[in-house]
Nanobody, 121 residues
């Protein structure tokens, strides 16, 4: 079975940085889309960034220029710089095995358990 395990969350002050990691296992697909999503209680889960097997990336407007998604071997990363209080959320690693990333309105097929990021001002 496909498993995604996030780590790296924590509590930091505004302006600081964090790097989230997601280890993926249990898959044999050569084409995939992996991404980071975040959710605040009571609100819809939103896509933060995504990357496909070719390395193409996309970002939510709210994080462009501050966050960077990347991957190496079976690990997905999200480098988060210049963090703001509004970035506070539960962050989830997600995956979908398609040739390119689907429109975020369709969601993803596999999810990690989440890692909490709290930014104080």
């Amino acid at each position: 079975q496909v498993q995604l395990a996030e780590s790296g969350g924590g509590s930091v002050q505004a302006g600081e940085s964090l790097r989230l990691s997601c280890v993926a296992s249990g898959y044999t697909y050569s084409e995939y889309c992996m991404g980071w999503w975040r959710q605040v209680p009571g609100k819809e889960r939103e896509e933060v960034a995504a990357i496909d097997a070719e390395g193409s990336t996309r970002y939510a407007d709210s994080v462009k220029g501050r966050f960077t998604i990347s991957k190496a071997k079976n690990t997905l990363y999200l480098q988060m710089n210049s963090l703001k209080p509004e970035d506070t959320a539960m962050y989830y690693c997600a995956a979908d095995f398609t040739s390119r990333c689907p429109d975020p309105v369709y969601g993803m097929d596999f999810w990690g358990q989440g890692t909490l990021v709290t930014i104080s001002s």
